[in-house]
């Protein structure tokens, strides 16, 4: 089974950028493995905030956004907010059917 | 309101079985691929497998470690899906997730996500 690899953990300062990455053991992310991005809160069920590399739901704030970048997919957060404080799971489709999810990243907002 | 409901999880042996439930309401469920996912506490989310709709022979895929004990079913007359587990572990311990995928403008994405319920194996 593929490992997809994160980031365990990040600190960014409110109003800044930071850019989460997601790794695969099996060589470059590519659109191929339709990235996801879904931010998990304490106590919360998942939400998902990115799908297919960079595609946004109605509900995801305009200050995320999902790309390719040097091989893995990518989450970058422009505008920190302390409620984006948050664990963020990367997800990655296999041969079209099987999912495997990242160890995910604790974003700190400080 | 648009929401999955999980449902029916709780406290069984090593060895027990238990089948939990993912009911749709505000929307029709038969259209769409179930997944489950699932998370033991202070861990990471992990997939656990899906179904696939009528339209995809209601396919199914499992991680390695449940294939073979655990079955994703659905009855799309109840607007629901089922993950029955059998020849439980105590490492199966965990907050049960369903969500759907579904076609958002032409692309398929995971959308609403249950609450979970939570399965605990346990002598």
């Known amino acids: 089974q593929a490992v997809v690899t994160q980031e365990p953990s990040l600190t960014v300062s409110p109003g800044g950028t930071v850019t989460l990455t997601c790794g695969s053991s099996?060589?470059?992310?590519?659109?191929?493995?339709?990235p996801y991005w879904v931010q998990q809160k304490p106590g919360q069920a998942p939400r998902t905030l990115i799908y297919?590399?960079?595609n946004k739901h109605s509900w995801t704030p305009a200050r995320f956004s999902g790309s390719l970048l040097g091989g893995k997919a990518a989450l970058t957060l422009s505008g920190a907010q302390p409620e984006d404080e948050a664990e963020y799971y990367c997800?990655?489709?296999?041969?079209?059917?099987?999912?495997?999810f990242g160890g995910g990243t604790k974003l700190t907002v400080l | 309101e648009v929401q999955l409901v999980e449902s029916g999880g709780g406290l069984v042996q090593p060895g027990g079985s238990l089948k939990i439930s993912c009911a749709a309401s505000?929307?029709?469920?038969?259209?769409?691929?179930v997944h489950w996912v699932r998370q033991a506490s202070g861990k990471g989310l992990e997939w656990v497998g899906h179904?696939?709709?009528?339209?995809?022979?209601?396919?199914?895929a499992y991680v390695a470690s449940v294939k073979g004990r655990f079955t994703i079913s659905r009855d799309d007359s109840k607007n629901t899906a089922y993950l029955q587990m059998n020849s439980l572990k105590t490492e199966d311990t965990a907050v049960y997730y369903c969500?759907?995928?579904?076609?958002?403008?032409?692309?398929?994405?995971?959308?609403?996500w249950g609450q979970g319920t939570m399965v605990t194996v346990s002598s």
């Open positions: 969500t759907r995928l579904t076609t958002v403008n032409t692309l398929e994405a995971f959308d609403i």
């Open positions: 505000g929307f029709t469920l038969s259209g769409s691929a």
């Open positions: 179904i696939r709709s009528k339209t995809n022979n209601y396919a199914t």
């Open positions: 099996t060589g470059a992310v590519t659109s191929g493995h339709y």
């Open positions: 297919d590399t960079s």
């Open positions: 997800l990655l489709f296999y041969s079209g059917a099987y999912v495997v």
